[in-house]
Structure formats: C-alpha cells, structure tokens
Antibody, heavy 116, light 112 residues
Framework: EVQLLESGGGLVQPGGSLRLSCAAS????????MSWVRQAPGKGLEWVST????????YYADSVKGRFTISRDNSENTLYLQMNSLRAEDTALYYC?????????WGRGTLVTVSS | DIVMTQTPLSSPVTLGQPASISCRSS???????????LSWLQQRPGQPPRILIY???NRFSGVPDRFSGSGAGTDFTLKISRVEAEDVGVYYC?????????FGGGTKVEIK
C-alpha cells in the first residue's frame, strides 16, 4: 500500500528541539522530492520545507529557515525534519507529503505542541 | 511570495446543486517550462488533505468527474457539478510554480 507515516511529534517547551520522521512505503521513495507541510489548530495549510529526490537540494519557508533542517535517508525510505529553537507559533499538525509540483500523497500528520 | 486568494470563505450548498470556488494568484503561475502548477486539494473533517486537481484541470486518479478545474494565468476555478454529502470539507488551491510554495486560505463547503 502506498502510504506515508509520520512520527516524532509531542509536547516540547519553547526553545526546545524535536525530530520528526516520515516512513514511506509502496512507491520508489528515492525518485521523488518530499516536503513537510503544517497546519496550526483551526488554520490553513503552510508549506514548511522541501528536499530534492537525492537530498542535495533543500528549501525552507522564511518562518523556519535557520531553525529547521530537512533531510532524507533513501536507503531507509525515511524523511526527517529536525526542529530546533521551537516557538509557540510552531504548534501545528505536521504532514509529510510527496511533491511533484503538487502534493499527490499525504500522511496523516504528527502533532507538535510548543508550550511551557 | 505569490499570494493565493480564495473566494468565498464559505459556501453553503444544497445537495445535488453545483458549487464553485475561485482562486486568484498575485502573479502569473505560468512556469518557464510552459506549465501552470495550480492544484486543488480537499480536506474532509478530521482528515489529511488529498489532491483533487493538478495543473489547472487534470483530475487526479480516483477523483470523481463531478470535480473540474479551469482557468489560466492568475485566475482559477474549481467546480463541483452536483454536491454530495461526502464533499463537505475545506478546499485549498496551491501554487507549485515558484518557491515558497503557497496555499489559498481555504473555502469551507457545507450543506445547507
């Protein structure tokens, strides 16, 4: 079955760190760019970051640049998002999505809550 | 950044009647490769988003043909020919032409 499964979310204090993972299955992971998209509670969708299929190109929204790092392990079919210096406004459901100039496959998301 | 503006914010529709959502971009979405990377997503309550339409008017695999997309340049429309109960949710347009990738604010489709 073609799917994406996120994990790693949780409650973290402001200034803390968290690492999200996204396990892909059912398709050739190494052929596709991958992204993280987030959705704050009751709000719309916000693109966070994208990594190219090989992992050598990474792109970030200004709101997370310098704090978040996207990476991937094509041998493990896994996408990562390292989140440092977390702020209250980073609280959101984080989705992993397959990117082909549009998002054609989404995971169910993992919830990150930044609060003291 | 390309700003995506959707109207209306909310669309109460009678079952079996059509619905239409507009999306306008702050600049042309025509890419240098000649394609226009405008897509539409549906998010049902409590669910992740799913792709409906890509490159303006191409229905994704498994999407019912009551959904259609049209437009060009900066103005785009998603139409549902006859709304069914399962169509309730929030619809987003999204541009993939230029980084940062941006979404419209969403249009809530609900049954009257």
């Amino acid at each position: 079955e073609v799917q994406l499964l996120e994990s790693g979310g949780g409650l973290v204090q402001p200034g803390g760190s968290l690492r999200l993972s996204c396990a892909a299955s059912g398709f050739t992971f190494s052929r596709y760019a991958m992204s993280w998209v987030r959705q704050a509670p009751g709000k719309g969708l916000e693109w966070v970051s994208t990594v190219t299929s090989s992992g050598d190109g990474t792109y970030y929204a200004d709101s997370v640049k310098g704090r978040f790092t996207i990476s991937r392990d094509n041998s493990e079919n896994t996408l990562y998002l390292q989140m440092n210096s977390l702020r209250a406004e980073d609280t959101a459901l984080y989705y992993c999505a397959k990117y082909v100039r549009f998002f054609d496959l989404w995971g169910r998301g993992t919830l990150v809550t930044v609060s003291s | 950044d390309i700003v995506m503006t959707q109207t209306p914010l909310s669309s109460p529709v009678t079952l079996g009647q059509p619905a239409s959502i507009s999306c306008r971009s702050s600049q042309s979405l025509v890419h240098s490769d000649g394609n226009t990377y405008l897509s539409w997503l549906q998010q049902r309550p409590g669910q992740p988003p799913r792709i409906l339409i890509y490159k303006i008017s191409n229905r994704f695999s498994g999407v019912p043909d009551r959904f259609s997309g049209s437009g060009a340049g900066t103005d785009f429309t998603l139409k549902i020919s006859r709304v069914e109960a399962e169509d309730v949710g929030v619809y987003y347009c999204m541009q993939g032409t230029q980084l940062p990738l941006t979404f419209g604010g969403g249009t809530k489709v609900e049954i009257k």
